[in-house]
């Protein structure tokens, strides 16, 4: 079974998939004992451990998916939350508890690891702060590659949305890449804006903003699904929430900056683009297309706007300070 997620289609984004458990409880125990043996995709996994009311089932629910409009609630998907107990808010408590004393412990305790730890060595060299993080991200996809570490990568760098296996997955899903394309373009977009922004806001105030946006964007790609009433029976792993933030950071404190899709230019520059992203990422999430984690990216987005705007007022108040200086 755990080959079965190395399977997954590479994308740009942060990807989302069938999880395990969803497949073990709609599996028969003879397949759920056969862990060893490669499938083709997630689905092919479906449709060899179906019995009649399984097949129905995923019946019921395409025809219904055809007739409906894509903005509209699925029954058929409330009914499989409720039957597997996926949908009950009671499950969001502990990852908003993580969540939350996270993000306080992060914002307090990054600044004294800057200045009086080895760890201030990055004062002085920003960039390698950047390169640290491609760097984690780089190992954590290569211990996908270990077989021996799969229980390891399958505890804490995936987010199994029904069935969150540690805390500690909300963060560490985002760092966490099964495929090499998916690294390596979250990774050309993450250092194209990171560089320039971990210079201008400092190691400090860049890895509390990194950290927390990780942490809130997987929050967020289990918060929104339960309001919009999406299936819970999928995973999601990926840089990109937390890269979005970054994004959307530097769009709003740079928003005339001149950016690119594949070496073109965007009309209006950096935050014209940030907003179409954004305008992409909720409509993903309402009409549900393709393997995005939409959830996440709107996530992150939101966090990187609300960063900007803390920063850009910070900053226009230390100008007016400075200036009642020189007036004195």
């Known amino acids: 079974m755990f080959q079965s997620l190395r399977l997954m289609r590479p994308s740009l984004g942060r990807n989302y998939l069938f999880s395990n458990s969803s497949l073990l409880s709609l599996a028969p125990k003879n397949i759920r004992q056969a862990k060893n043996v490669l499938f083709n995709s997630n689905v092919q996994i479906l449709q060899s451990s179906m019995n009649p009311w399984q097949r129905n089932f995923l019946k019921q629910f395409m025809n219904q998916?055809?007739?409906?409009?894509p903005l509209s609630r699925s029954p058929t998907w409330k009914s499989y939350n409720l039957y597997y107990?996926?949908?009950?808010?009671?499950?969001?408590?502990?990852?908003l508890l993580f969540t939350v004393a996270f993000c306080v412990g992060t914002t307090l305790l990054t600044p004294y690891l800057y200045n009086y730890t080895p760890l201030s060595v990055l004062k002085q060299h920003p960039q390698a702060l950047v390169w640290s993080i491609i760097a984690i991200n780089g190992a954590v996809f290569l211990m996908w590659r270990v077989p021996q570490l799969q229980r390891f990568t399958m505890r804490?760098?995936?987010?199994?949305?029904?069935?969150?296996?540690?805390?500690?997955?909300?963060?560490w899903s985002a760092f966490s890449h099964q495929s090499f394309a998916h690294f390596f373009i979250n990774m050309?977009?993450?250092q194209s804006f990171a560089v320039s922004?971990?210079?201008i806001l400092g190691v400090s105030n860049f890895t509390i903003m990194y950290l927390n946006a990780a942490v809130l964007s997987s929050f967020a790609s289990l918060a929104i699904p339960m309001v919009l009433g999406s299936s819970l029976a999928v995973a999601s792993l990926g840089a990109s929430g937390a890269i979005f933030s970054v994004f959307g950071c530097f769009s709003y404190l740079f928003p005339a900056s001149p950016v690119g899709i594949f070496f073109i230019p965007v009309p209006g520059g950096a935050w014209v683009l940030f907003l179409g992203t954004m305008l992409w990422n909720a409509a993903g999430c309402a009409l549900r297309w393709g393997t995005f984690d939409y959830a996440a990216h709107l996530g992150g987005s939101l966090v990187g706007i609300a960063y900007g705007y803390y920063f850009n007022?910070?900053?226009?108040?230390?100008?007016?300070r400075r200036r009642l200086v020189l007036d004195f």
């Open 65 to 69: 998916r055809m007739k409906q409009s």
């Open 85 to 95: 107990n996926r949908s009950s808010w009671d499950k969001l408590k502990k990852p």
């Open 156 to 171: 804490y760098a995936i987010l199994l949305k029904d069935n969150i296996q540690s805390p500690w997955t909300l963060l």
């Open 188 to 190: 050309l977009c993450f």
């Open 197 to 199: 922004l971990v210079g």
């Open 313 to 320: 007022k910070k900053r226009k108040e230390q100008i007016r």
